[in-house]
């Protein structure tokens, strides 16, 4: 079964300092599908970006940016510049179907940005 | 913008009893899913339902839950009888079919359940 390892727990930033969250991932199908949710203090989850295992290409949006590296299983998560509404929970997430109805999250990383 | 909703938002309960949380996932979407999340840890997948069935569930999903769309529009998880370890965020989502699917999971805000 695919597994999501996110080893940062918690980070605490101040404003505009850049920051990247880890996340690690195991799987044995060579057909899978990453994702990033945030999750706000309010508690719902945020679809960030979904990323399938044949594209490689890093994705840029804004202030975020992703870095996927098979050869490493890791797909990162940078904010640049980070501002207080950025503070949330960031769950990394896992798929091995198309339908994504198998969809496994990692623990989640706290990220505190302070003014 | 299409959204899942989901009620109630906080349901308080006694243990043994049965709750039934709601979902109205957004219109033409197929599957349908119910994850959990205990206060302060990682989102869990419970169960995926398309085509009026399950497709998969987790060890979580034990006989004490089930899952139904009664009609076209409500998806529910009921808990037949709750205990204290059941007390959680549950989040409803759903998702479109390949090629409308962009691989997003729409989730709902939550219904919190705490059982006393």
Known sequence: AQKVTQAQTEISVVEKEDVTLDCVY????????????????????????????????????GRYSWNFQKSTSSFNFTITASQVVDSAVYFCALSERVNNNDMRFGAGTRLTVKP | EPEVTQTPSHQVTQMGQEVILRCVPISNHLYFYWYRQILGQKVEFLVSFYNNEISEKSEIFDDQFSVERPDGSNFTLKIRSTKLEDSAMYFCASSGTPPLNTGELFFGEGSRLTVL
């Open chain 1, 26 to 61: 195991e799987t044995r199908d060579t057909t899978y599908y990453l994702f990033w949710y945030k999750q706000p203090p309010s508690g719902e989850l945020v679809f960030l970006i979904r990323r399938n295992s044949f594209d490689e290409q890093n994705e840029i949006s």
